[in-house]
């Protein structure tokens, strides 16, 4: 009997990106210890990422679907590391790897976006998937207005970033609503 073959809707592309968004963030695990929950999540995060990597392009390569994930990762890498090294709120090494991380997360969506707009539609899991990415950025901006004005504390760049990185996901939020959650599978308009 043969069996199906599938393949996966998710970046490898974007993943790497989100990789390394959380490498250059956390950098600082290597020169300061704040707490042993911080320093584990840190772990964490990074862990989690090159894991994802590890098993979209080595344990499910099969499935993985390389060529509508063609987009061109070095036209958000390089600008985004000239921004921080001219944007920035301290010009030293730790500083500037923080901000490219910050800004690369707001934009390492990208080619997940791009493929499903390749392929015309993407599966529900998929969908479900983006929608917690979205969700999780979207409630980001939450934190920093809770910690403006309970601590009085404000990050432009990190407030700038979360807003562009949503602004992102309208279209896709919009889609979600209208069209998953109602049970039907996304698809673009032709």
């Not at 707009?117 to 207005?145: D, P, V």
């Amino acid at each position: 009997m043969e069996q199906a073959h599938m393949t996966m809707s998710i970046s490898g592309k974007s993943q790497i990106l989100f990789a390394l968004v959380f490498t250059t963030r956390y950098l600082d695990l290597l020169t300061s210890f704040i707490s042993l929950y911080n320093t584990c999540m840190k772990v964490i995060y990074i862990g989690c990422a090159y894991a994802t990597v590890y098993l979209i392009y080595v344990k499910f390569r099969a499935t993985y679907d390389g060529n509508h994930d063609s987009f061109r990762v070095e036209f958000l890498v390089v600008p985004v590391g000239g921004l921080a090294v001219l944007i920035n709120h301290d010009f030293s090494p730790l500083e500037i790897l923080w901000t490219f991380s910050i800004y690369l997360e707001s934009v390492a969506i990208l080619p997940q976006l791009f493929m499903i707009s390749k392929t015309g539609e993407a599966e529900t899991i998929t969908t479900h998937y983006l929608f917690c990415l979205g969700l999780y950025r979207a409630l980001y901006l939450f934190n920093w207005i809770w910690r403006f004005y309970f601590e009085g504390f404000f990050d432009m760049i990190a407030i700038v970033a979360g807003v562009v990185q949503t602004i992102l996901y309208c279209d896709f939020f919009y889609l979600y609503v209208t069209k998953v959650l109602k049970g039907k599978k996304l698809s673009l308009p032709a």
